[in-house]
């Protein structure tokens, strides 16, 4: 009998537990997130708009928007905006340009 009430008390103590990452695991993970965006970026310079957007894990995503300037001479160091989604289980991160978030310039 007190096997049994042991075992159950531990269940329960181990099943109540939080699970949570430490700030230096989501400061790494970051980290990660960034320099896999980065590169994959089309833009030079890129630089990430505020921060990511951190999607349940049944959804295994990561968004960052990134900001930068176009390396293509034809667009003389316009200003360009990219969202990167980066697949937490392959390690992977993919890109779209999304100037269209900025609101165009208004036009006298």
């Not at 001479?73 to 269209?100: F, I, P, R």
Request: include cysteine.
């Amino acid at each position: 009998m007190k096997t049994t009430t042991l075992f159950f008390l531990s269940l329960t103590a181990l099943a109540t537990q939080a699970h949570a990452s430490s700030p230096d695991a989501w400061a790494a993970y970051d980290k990660a997130v960034l320099t896999s965006c980065t590169k994959a970026s089309g833009l030079k310079d890129a630089k990430p708009v505020g921060t990511a957007a951190q999607f349940d894990d049944r959804v295994g995503y990561t968004a960052l928007l990134l900001q930068g300037q176009y390396p293509q001479k034809h667009m003389k160091g316009q200003q360009g905006t990219e969202l990167c989604l980066y697949n937490k289980q392959s390690k992977t991160a993919y890109v779209t340009e999304w100037d269209s978030i900025r609101p165009a310039a208004k036009k006298p």
